[in-house]
């Protein structure tokens, strides 16, 4: 069993930055592959990012690529989603994810554990 506590939510306008953290506790956290999920206002839940155990490869939603970047420290961990150059858009409860295999997903359904989420809302 592994829990997540997402952190690091909040409002920013459009064009800024934010960073979102995810912090594990429970069991090793290297083992896990981990994806980051959104679910914008009256809409279904979206990938948005993943990276294997070891840190690499990652992988983006179209959506985000180039503006995002997925990263994990081990030694902490903790894995993080860096948001830069931010829409209105990208306006969501954000949610990180652990899978027991180490691969990483876009696909929400092959996750085990799942934390309770951040709210981001970037202003036009």
């Known amino acids: 069993q592994v829990q997540l506590l997402e952190s690091g939510g909040g409002l920013v306008q459009a064009g800024g930055s934010l960073r979102v953290s995810c912090a594990a506790s429970?069991?090793?956290?290297?083992?896990?592959?981990m994806g980051w999920f959104r679910q914008p206002p009256g809409k279904q839940r979206e990938f948005v990012a993943s990276?294997?155990?070891?840190?690499?490869?990652?992988y983006y939603a179209d959506s985000v690529k180039g503006r995002f970047t997925i990263s994990r420290d081990n030694t902490k961990n903790t894995v993080y989603l860096q948001m830069n150059s931010l829409k209105p858009e990208d306006t969501a409860v954000y949610y990180c994810?652990?899978?027991?295999?180490?691969?990483?997903?876009?696909?929400?359904?092959?996750?085990?554990?799942w934390g309770q989420g951040t709210q981001v809302t970037v202003s036009s």
């Open positions: 429970g069991r090793t956290f290297s083992n896990y592959g």
């Open positions: 994810a652990a899978k027991e295999d180490g691969s990483a997903s876009d696909q929400g359904w092959e996750y085990d554990y």
């Open positions: 990276i294997m155990w070891s840190g690499g490869p990652t």
